[in-house]
């Protein structure tokens, strides 16, 4: 839960950060005391100044929430709260990219340059963009690390050749489909190949493929634009040792990996239609979730986990100045989780707070 730069639209998911000393438990269903515990811990802790969460068991549902959502007014965190949900931006481009493979409009084992010629090395497939198999360099090393930087350019409009660019101006790390590792540049290049397929910008593809068959109303490809709109909790960092707030940003630092807003209620709506089947054709669904080798934790733009208590999950962790969040569902979508929590002047330790949250939720 960085507030680095570098940790923006990364793969490291509170999930990532925190699964190994997840517990099995006993009881059935998911009691609401020990997640408001949960939560409590990491706010009171400094781990977040606010934090917000919606919680599936079966037919049992409930929000949840925890801290402030400004240091002003000191009101809570609004239930319904919109936010920046970083990397999970991925897991939408991705279904874009799968829809098209199952219209017959994109071979995920043909190389990048069949449709985008010249634009990364030739060796490198669609499918090793989706799994971060490519060996692209992740653009986001070279941003800046630290608040003060980065107030400097936090209203700069950047492109997504520019980003681009930061990371072919570099050797790959690796040669294609030889390792994993997490970068943000292959969904600049997911973002670029959904927009040469439709013709269109990436963000009119998701809208029309996504967000408005599922009426997703309180979720948005934002652009350039800074402002989250509607409720929501504010952020903060410390910029010039004072605390600064960090709500509001130019998101296009972060383009197809990792721009887009919404909230707990459509987070849970979109994944649960997305692992039910609802958004992809068989075949597409099976790549969605489908792990090799080389990549043993990540389909296609999901991540695809086991808890140390034997309960499997899909998802996406998401993380931008400000914001971090966990989107996750069992397989059969009878066990859920959205989480959101907002970065605090000065950052604490949530200790085992989320092994907790885990633990109550999915063992």
């Not at 790390?173 to 943000?184: A, I, L, Q, R, V």
């Not at 959904?194 to 009119?204: D, I, Q």
Request: net charge neutral; proline share 6%.
């Amino acid at each position: 839960m960085g507030i680095r730069l570098v940790a923006t639209v990364t793969a490291t998911s509170l999930l990532a950060l925190t699964t190994a000393g997840v517990a099995t438990a006993d009881a059935a269903g998911v009691g609401r005391d020990a997640v408001q515990q949960a939560l409590d811990q990491v706010t009171r802790s400094g781990g977040a100044l606010g934090v917000q969460a919606r919680v599936t068991d079966g037919r049992q549902r409930f929000a949840a929430r925890s801290g402030k959502a400004d240091l002003d007014s000191g009101r809570p965190v609004p239930l319904d709260g919109r936010f920046r949900v970083g990397s999970i931006t991925k897991t939408f481009v991705a279904t874009v990219l799968l829809q098209l493979s199952g219209e017959g409009r994109l071979d995920l084992d043909a190389p990048v340059v069949r449709y985008l010629p010249g634009l990364v090395d030739g060796r490198i497939t669609v499918r090793q963009v989706m799994q971060h198999t490519s060996g692209l360099y992740n653009y986001t090393r070279d941003l800046p690390g630290s608040p003060d930087e980065f107030d400097e350019i936090r209203y700069r409009t950047w492109t997504p050749q520019e980003l681009l660019a930061m990371s072919t101006s570099k050797p790959l790390d690796f040669d294609p489909g030889t390792k994993w590792s997490y970068s943000n540049t292959n969904y600049v290049v997911a973002g670029l190949l959904v927009e040469k397929l439709t013709g269109g910008p990436y963000a009119r593809a998701v809208e029309q493929r996504i967000l408005k068959p599922l009426r997703l109303r309180g979720t948005e490809v934002p652009g350039t634009k800074p402002d989250i709109t509607g409720p929501h909790a504010r952020a903060y960092w410390t910029v010039s040792g004072q605390p600064s707030e960090i709500t509001r940003l130019n998101p296009s630092i972060a383009y197809a990996a990792g721009e887009m807003i919404s909230t707990t209620e459509d987070l849970d709506t979109f994944v649960t239609a997305l692992a039910s089947g609802k958004l992809l054709k068989p075949a597409q669904q099976a790549e969605l979730t489908r792990t090799t080798a080389v990549s043993p934790g990540y389909g296609l733009g999901l991540q695809v986990e086991t808890l140390p208590c034997g309960t499997k999950v899909w998802g996406h962790g998401g993380g931008i100045p400000g914001y971090s969040s966990q989107l996750l569902t069992t397989p059969d979508t009878k066990k859920r989780l959205e989480l959101n929590a907002t970065s605090a002047p000065v950052e604490g330790d949530p200790g085992d707070a989320f092994d907790k949250l885990l633990t109550a939720v999915f063992c």
